[in-house]
């Protein structure tokens, strides 16, 4: 009987609030109307990949989760957060993939397919939160996000507001500008603020939903020509300090809903990739003075960005090391840096270090290197067993161009099962080296990632980590830092890339270009595509 009651009183209210007309428009309206809860949906794929790398990237890196699943993610839509209570929220696929090279069109489709069929079973929305990095590159696909949104937007229809968060390491296309409403991302690089930005995306979709005012009237869309490394544009060194500071006040004013800047992504090799500048708001003149403004600062300061770090080739960061009294003394291996989409299993930096005299006997400096991906090596080391010999090749099954595999023959100090992405990890020990082989490749980012394998980063004279700019963990650890110049998919020498398909000119390959128009371009509404 309470069944029944129930149903009818959900009949009747549906009809009330008009919902059988489909989706509402946030417009507001009487009372009924407002005590409807939006239906927001959650959608979206991250990765950052090479086009530099020979690497492929499958569906299973993406770790996809559907349904309730995908709340852990979003610790501000916790069953208890006011988020949560805010809407009936309605989350289909999110996938996330360390970064890596090209996503194969299958692994593309499937993603993207299961997304849309979901969609389709589930709408109709008010909003959708579409939560995307912005730097993925597909097999003979141009833009993936673009094309992803506008498939959205045929299955979900014009009147559905999405609010889109990114990395600022991505690439807002004309078309991804378009069919979005509402758009943000980091504020901080290295990204502190991931979930921060993440929620306001999400606060920012609630609020114009609930208040009624729906789509913002105006997104301005700036593309500016620089294409620089996320090494040199760090918000924690000037000048990126300072044009990132302008960001919060800039979205803070009466009229503007949010502003944001991407520095975008600087190994793939198509027509998106550059910097861009977007504000959105419903105060024309405010919205079209804020953007240009930050695009004109992103400019003037476009020749003070340095690394942010002291820079050498191998050998001098592992001479300065050697010789130093600061320990740990961490080099960051960057040309194969898997967290920015290097394929992570070059072996010329491991090559060199195991060369190097210092390193031959136990009594040499410590050294700790993170890391190389060898599944025949993880094999073999399970035979041997932890103090058993080891003697196997690893590395270089995927980018082979700068050094082969390399044979490594050592002691086995650890064995660790279970990690998420290494799923096998084991410590080799060579000379005064431990190595760590992993079976699958992962990023060894935190004091944890070491410490669970029986090592002691903070006690080890030379830690060498493929990676880029420190994390905020190894960056409070370490008492001194070089980046090393090292070849690899993501090689930080831009000028040393073989670029075809960028806009042209662009900073800094064309030195002496003239200055770019900077003007607020109006992007159309979502509702008039
Ligand atoms: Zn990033």
Redesign the pocket.
């Known amino acids: 009987m309470k069944i029944i009651f129930s149903l009818v009183f959900v009949y009747i209210f549906t009809i009330a609030a008009g919902f059988s007309q489909g989706a509402g428009t946030g417009k507001g309206g009487n009372n009924l109307q407002t005590k409807e809860l939006p239906r927001i949906a959650i959608a979206g794929l991250a990765i950052?990949s090479s086009t530099f790398s020979p690497a492929l990237t499958h569906e299973e890196a993406f770790h996809a989760k559907t349904g309730d699943d995908i709340f852990t993610l979003y610790p501000f839509l916790s069953p208890d957060s006011l988020n949560r209570k805010r809407a009936k929220w309605i989350p289909t696929l999110r996938g996330h993939a360390l970064p890596g090279g090209v996503v194969t069109r299958e692994a593309y489709e499937s993603l993207v397919t299961k997304t849309l069929d979901l969609l389709k079973e589930k709408g109709p929305f008010d909003g959708l939160f579409f939560d995307i990095?912005g730097?993925m590159s597909v097999v003979g696909l141009d833009d993936p996000e673009g094309d992803f949104i506008v498939r959205i937007r045929e299955v979900v229809g014009k009147k559905t507001i999405i609010s889109t968060s990114m990395?600022?390491?991505?690439n807002v296309s004309w078309r991804l500008a378009k069919n979005t409403d509402l758009i943000t991302c980091?504020r901080m690089?290295p990204?502190e603020d991931a979930l921060e930005s993440k929620k306001r995306a999400v606060d920012n979709l609630l609020s114009r939903i609930e208040s009624g005012k729906g789509k913002p009237a105006y997104k301005a869309w700036i593309p500016v020509p620089i294409l620089l490394p996320?090494e040199k544009t760090s918000t924690r060194t000037e000048p990126g300090k300072s044009l990132y500071a302008m960001v919060a006040p800039a979205s803070n004013q009466k009229g503007i809903v949010d502003a944001a800047i991407w520095v975008g992504y600087a190994w793939a090799d198509e027509p998106r990739n550059h910097a861009v500048v977007m504000v959105t708001g419903d105060d024309k003149d405010k919205v079209t003075s804020t953007a240009e403004n930050l695009a004109e600062s992103f400019w003037e300061v476009r020749s003070e960005f340095k690394f942010i770090a002291p820079t050498a080739s191998l050998s001098e960061s592992l001479d300065q090391a050697i010789a130093s009294n600061k320990h740990p003394f961490i080099i960051s291996d960057m040309g194969d840096n898997p967290t920015a989409g290097g394929a992570g299993d070059v072996t010329w930096t491991l090559k060199e270090i195991l060369a190097r005299p210092e390193f031959k006997s136990e009594n040499g400096p410590s050294l700790i290197y993170a890391s190389i991906p060898g599944p025949e090596f993880v094999k073999k080391a399970m035979e041997a067993g932890v103090g058993g010999k080891v003697e196997a090749y690893a590395g270089a099954a995927i980018d082979a161009r700068f050094a082969p595999p390399i044979l490594l023959s050592g002691t086995v100090e650890a064995i660790e099962h279970g990690d998420l992405h290494a799923e096998t990890e084991v410590v080799v020990k060579i000379g005064s080296v431990s190595v760590i082989v992993t079976k699958k490749r992962k990023p060894y980012h935190r004091e944890i990632d070491f410490s669970r394998l029986g090592l002691n980063p903070r006690e080890t004279d030379v830690v060498v980590v493929k990676i880029g700019y420190l994390v905020p963990e190894l960056y409070d650890m370490r008492a001194d830092w070089i980046m090393a110049l090292t070849p690899g998919g993501v090689d930080q020498d831009l000028e040393r890339l073989n670029f075809e398909r960028i806009k042209r000119p662009m900073f800094p390959f064309d030195k002496d270009m003239e200055d770019p128009d900077l003007k607020a371009r109006f992007v159309p509404l979502s509702d008039d595509l």
Do not use: K
């Open positions: 950052e990095h730097a990395d600022l390491h991505g980091y690089a990204h996320g």
